[in-house]
């Protein structure tokens, strides 16, 4: 390359090597707006992230003042005033059992300090034995080694394979697709947790150590609601095998779901739980594992340290933001705004959408949508994989000022498109509409070019 083109070209490892993404330079409310001038609409606050939207003042003024006061101490030498205010935040509304809240800096951090955690659990209540964790298809839980392991996406483990701890999977909850013709929720729920069981006991259930799932599945397949009864029978099994149960909220948890955990919405409680994104929606990078106080206790009584860490743990500014945050949704009762406003949401985008020819379903809860795409109404046929709908999909939505997440890959990790949305949970009942409407756009007119 010529010096001059050097020293213009990108030095960013960008996810895609071949393009560089347009140059993000402010943002507020709903809004982003790239270098060009260009609006877009955030529907998906990035990967169900922007809970808040962008700019809030609350949020940037505690960031500032902790900045101020500190930014950094390491947690090997220090304990900070802002971790401990989120964790007691956390631990108040945590489900039931949930004693301490452990801070890093993302969702793949939180779901392999939950791996972890119970792996070290068993260790210190001598059972050592207990060596594989069983998970589900067609999940996502993060691309670090061991996250990525336990996930069930398929085209972003298969390069990774030989270097993976060897996970089972098992069916995820997927009623488009796998509940059968005649069968109730509550029966699919069922044969889904005799699934689990079967696996459990065929790996040895005393060498089990944990079986983790997303409660309402996100990236992978595109937000598959859980059937109801589904993660009760998931805890009878676990609890029958003495196995622990860790749900990863990282995506639709911190009120995405109209709860503040989606778990409450199944009426079950894990032993550890996973959030990250909407946590500091955005403003920080930071990620939690809650854990039951008998897990705590457990290493409490016996070697007394979580054999784990990293330099960035409990980080002052982060945690700072995450408790803005948090106390933001509390004082603005925006639990209640997701559940309303969600509701509307859907009934906008099942209105567009639900007979559109190319879509097969529309699924959701609060402010976490999925649309799934399919060639054949009738069979479920997806699209064939090689044009890529989804990224067409994206091309096309930004192009008309409109930020979603669809994904490929749907059906099988292969095969299937789907569109994720996640608004922020201010966005107004018009700005709604307006997603709802450019996605109907963006869909035809990407379709019309496969
Ligand atoms: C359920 C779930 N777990 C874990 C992760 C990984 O989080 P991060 O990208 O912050 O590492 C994600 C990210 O999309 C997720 O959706």
């Not at 609006?39 to 962008?54: F, K, N, P, R, T």
């Not at 150590?209 to 859980?226: K, M, R, S, Y």
């Not at 890959?409 to 018009?430: K, N, S, W």
């Amino acid at each position: 390359m010529p010096d001059q083109e050097r020293s213009t070209a990108s030095r960013v490892f960008h996810r895609h090597l071949h393009q560089v993404p347009p140059k993000a330079v402010s943002a507020s409310g709903v809004f982003i707006r790239d270098a060009s001038g260009k609006e877009y609409i955030d529907a998906s606050g990035g990967a169900a992230v922007s809970c808040l939207g962008h700019g809030h003042r609350d949020v940037i003024s505690a960031m500032h003042a902790q900045i101020d006061r500190l930014a950094y101490a390491h947690t090997s030498f220090f304990t900070s005033e802002p971790a401990e205010a989120l964790a007691a935040q956390l631990i108040r509304t945590a489900p039931a059992g949930m004693s301490h809240a452990y801070f890093v800096s993302g969702g793949s951090e939180a779901v392999e300090a939950a791996l972890k955690m119970a792996r070290q659990y068993f260790v210190e209540i001598g059972q050592p034995q207990r060596a594989h964790f069983v998970a589900r298809r067609q999940s996502y839980h993060g691309n670090t080694l061991g996250a990525l392991a336990v996930g069930g996406n398929e085209w972003r483990r298969r390069e990774f394979r030989p270097l993976l701890i060897d996970v089972k999977h098992v069916a995820p909850c997927y009623p488009y697709r796998e509940q059968r013709e005649g069968e109730t929720p509550e029966a699919y729920g069922r044969r889904l947790a005799d699934e689990l069981d079967r696996a459990i006991v065929e790996l040895g259930a005393d060498k089990v150590i944990a079986f983790v799932a997303e409660t309402i599945g996100g990236a992978t397949a595109g937000v598959l609601v859980p059937v109801p009864g589904y993660f009760k029978a998931v805890r009878e099994v676990c609890d029958r095998h003495g196995v622990l149960l860790i749900l990863d909220e990282v995506m639709c948890g911190m009120g995405r779901s109209g709860t503040l955990h989606a778990c409450e919405q199944e009426d079950v409680v894990p032993d550890l739980m996973t959030f990250a994104k909407g946590l500091g929606g955005g403003y920080q990078p930071i990620g939690a594992t809650l854990a039951q106080q008998r897990i705590v206790d457990a290493m409490s009584a016996g070697s007394g340290f979580f054999q784990h860490g990293h330099t960035y743990l409990g980080h002052p500014v982060a945690c700072a933001a995450a408790l803005a945050v948090q106390h933001v949704i509390e004082r603005e009762g925006l639990l209640a705004q997701v559940r309303e406003r969600g509701a509307s949401f859907g009934a906008m985008l099942r209105e567009r959408l639900d007979e559109h020819p190319h879509v097969g379903d529309v699924r959701g809860r609060g402010l976490f949508w999925g649309v799934e795409l399919v060639a054949d109404r009738a069979s479920k046929a997806p699209f064939d994989p090689k044009p890529k709908l989804h990224a067409r999909i994206k091309r096309e939505a930004m192009a008309r000022g409109l930020l979603v997440y669809p994904m490929g890959g749907t059906v099988d990790g292969q095969r299937g498109d789907h569109v994720l949305i996640a608004p922020p949970f201010i966005a107004t009942e018009d700005q709604l509409a307006t997603i709802a409407e450019r996605l109907h756009q963006t869909v035809d007119a990407a379709i019309a070019t496969v």
